[in-house]
């Protein structure tokens, strides 16, 4: 049986006996099945039209830099040529102004290399097994395949090396996919077994069921007034509840003076950071580590 948008087709034979079923959904109408003889075999072709119309896809337009474009050694040069390497330069600043003067400085260099850039993109949901590992891999897959797609690559060992490399690559990444999938769900599934609402719950979610339209009902004020309620509710509760008690320092406790930061210091606290950050951020945690 082959499936389109619009049309599905399968078989059934000329004989006399069990006839192939057509099944649908409740709410869809019921289709009307064509057969059609090929002239191939003693089976017949089963036709019919059903109304499945996919969603169209979700575009957003971003602004953001090719961080893949840019050289480590063309970042740490323009560094070392900036204000920020000069300590003549920023001996007197408080620290707001060291901390602006390490974003206008950053934001500089990078728009000399990578200048910002509009680009579209599709807004795909993000799986709940695709982890970090995955996004290495799946990364590394990509980066395999434009290699071995570049227009310039006119040596044929070389462009056949670099197209085995990628497709040994993808295989990879497809056997790390399925693992990951598959781990994901046995786990909740063991994780949920003692709770049969939870497993079902969560069974729905894995075959796609379940899910609650979007409701276009609730205006500003209704989603104003359910906060409000929230709140005071949460107020009502604690009325009854002591009224928070201070603890005065003892006088003998002072800090007189603070030891001095190393560079050691700071790198160190810097390398325990997670890989992660944010829009104002002006450059990428993992690139700074």
């Not at 003998?252 to 560079?263: C, D, K």
């Amino acid at each position: 049986m082959s499936w389109s948008d619009t049309e599905c087709t399968g078989s059934h034979t000329r004989r006399r006996g069990t006839l192939d079923v057509v099944c649908t959904r409740s709410d869809l109408p019921l289709p009307a099945a064509d057969i059609i003889d090929v002239y191939l075999s003693d089976h017949r072709l089963l036709r019919w039209h059903v109304p499945l119309v996919r969603p169209p896809p979700v575009y957003t337009t971003i602004t953001t830099r090719p961080w893949r474009q840019l050289y480590i050694a063309d970042l740490r040069a323009g560094l070392l040529e900036s204000s920020l390497c000069r300590s003549d330069t920023w001996d007197d600043l408080d620290l707001d102004n060291l901390a602006q003067l390490y974003d206008d400085v950053i934001i500089n260099v990078l728009d000399r290399f990578i200048p910002f850039r509009t680009v579209k993109c599709r807004r795909r949901p993000s799986d709940p097994w695709f982890d970090t590992e995955c996004r290495a891999v799946q990364r590394l897959t990509r980066r395999l395949e434009r290699i071995a797609r570049r227009p310039d690559m006119s040596n044929a060992p070389a462009a056949a090396a670099a197209t085995a490399e990628w497709r040994t690559q993808r295989r990879v990444y497809r056997d790390l996919r399925n693992q990951k999938r598959e781990s994901f769900w046995r786990k909740k599934v063991e994780s949920e077994r003692s709770f049969p609402q939870q497993l079902w719950k969560l069974i729905d979610a894995l075959l796609g069921r379940g899910h609650v339209p979007p409701s276009h009902d609730i205006g500003a004020e209704t989603f104003h007034q359910f906060f409000e309620a929230k709140v005071a509710g949460v107020r009502a509760s604690t009325t009854d509840a002591p009224s928070p008690s201070f603890t005065s320092v003892p006088p003998e406790l002072q800090l007189f003076n603070f030891r001095s930061l190393t560079v050691d210091d700071v790198t160190h606290v810097i390398h325990q950071l997670p890989d992660k950050q944010c829009a104002s951020d002006s450059l990428p945690t993992l690139l700074l580590k």
